[in-house]
C-alpha cells in the first residue's frame, strides 16, 4: 500500500518523509542507488517495516532550488515560493553569493526577501547597510533584525509561504531558525534518531512548518551558489534592472564585454547601472560555476 508524503530531510540516500496521513515520520530509501529526491518533494512512499520505507514517486513540482558547477548538481529544496537570502553586519557577506542567488530565484520566479541580521552591532551595521542600498533601488526587500534580541518581524513575511533560508556560515541562520521555531530543537532530534544521523552535523535540508499554509526549509551554509545550469541570456534576465538594455546593442550576440555599441556597458559606464553589479554580472558569466 502507497502514502503520500513530505520530504522533511535528506542525508546521503536516506530521507527523512512525514506522511500526510497521519504525520508520522518514515526512513526512507529510493529504488537504486541514485536520487533525484529533495527536501521539499512531495513523494509516494511503501511502508517496508515499522518506520521504514522506500519512495516510489516524486510527485510534480512547482519550483527546484539548486545549484550546479561544471561536474554535478546540489539540489537545495522543492516546491518553495519564497528565498531568504541571510547577510550579516559581520562577518562580512559575499556580493558575488549573494548575486548569484538572486539570479537562481529569477530563474525559479521566486519571491525574495534579504534579511540583514545582527543589526545590534551598530558600529558594523551601517556599512552593511550601506552595500545593500543598491538592492532596496532595485526593489527588492531588505529587512533589518538581530536574531539574538527579536526575530518577530520576519514572521509576517513567511505567512502564506513555503520559504527556504540560504545564507553563508556565520550569518546567524541558525540563531534565527530557534528564534522562530522554539520547537525546531526538538524537531532535529526526531530526525537525526529516525534517520539514525545524530553523528552528523548537518543534513542537506530541514523542512519544518509554521502553521497549516506556512513552511521554512533551513539549509547548511553555503560558501558558493554555481551557476552552470544556467545559459547566459538566463543570467542576463537575473539582474533584473538589465531588462531596459537587452537586445538593445549594437550586436544581436553581444557578450556585455569588449564589443562596440554595448548598451549595457555604456549604461554601466554612465551611472545608469550600478557599475558593482555590473562587475558581479561579468564575474558570474565568465565562472558560471
Do not use: W
Amino acid at each position: 500500500m502507497s502514502f503520500s508524503g513530505e520530504v522533511v530531510a535528506a542525508f546521503g540516500l536516506q530521507h527523512g518523509v512525514r506522511l500526510i496521513e497521519d504525520g508520522s515520520l518514515l526512513a526512507c530509501v529510493t529504488r537504486g542507488k541514485k536520487t533525484d529526491v529533495v527536501c521539499g518533494d512531495r513523494v509516494t512512499v511503501k511502508q517496508t517495516g515499522p518506520g521504514q520505507g522506500v519512495i516510489e514517486q516524486i510527485l510534480p513540482r512547482s519550483a527546484l532550488l539548486y545549484r550546479s558547477d561544471a561536474f554535478r548538481q546540489k539540489r537545495i529544496a522543492a516546491n518553495v515560493s519564497q528565498l531568504i537570502i541571510v547577510v550579516a553586519t559581520e562577518p562580512s557577506f559575499s556580493d558575488e553569493l549573494l548575486a548569484r542567488s538572486l539570479v537562481a530565484a529569477q530563474h525559479e520566479q521566486l519571491k525574495v526577501l534579504i534579511v540583514l541580521n545582527k543589526c545590534d552591532l551598530q558600529a558594523a551595521a551601517e556599512p552593511a547597510r550601506a552595500r545593500l542600498a543598491v538592492y532596496r533601488t532595485l526593489g527588492y526587500e531588505v529587512l533589518e533584525l538581530s536574531a539574538v534580541q527579536d526575530a518577530s518581524a520576519l514572521r509576517p513575511y513567511l505567512q502564506g509561504q513555503r520559504s527556504v533560508l540560504l545564507g553563508q556560515s556565520g550569518m546567524g541562520k541558525s540563531t534565527l531558525i530557534n528564534a522562530l521555531l522554539p520547537d525546531a530543537q526538538a524537531a532535529t532530534r526526531e530526525i537525526s534518531a529516525v534517520l539514525d544521523s545524530g553523528k552528523h552535523t548537518t543534513t542537506h535540508a530541514k523542512l519544518y512548518h509554521l502553521d497549516a499554509d506556512s513552511s521554512l526549509i533551513d539549509c547548511p551554509g553555503v560558501q558558493a551558489f554555481g551557476l552552470h545550469h544556467l545559459t547566459f541570456g538566463e543570467i542576463e534576465l537575473g539582474f533584473v534592472e538589465f531588462a531596459p538594455y537587452l537586445g538593445q546593442c549594437r550586436f544581436a550576440n553581444c557578450r556585455h564585454d569588449q564589443e562596440p555599441g554595448c548598451a549595457l556597458r555604456q549604461a554601466a559606464q554612465s551611472g545608469a547601472v550600478d557599475a558593482r553589479r555590473f562587475e558581479l554580472f561579468r564575474q558570474i558569466v565568465t565562472v558560471r560555476a
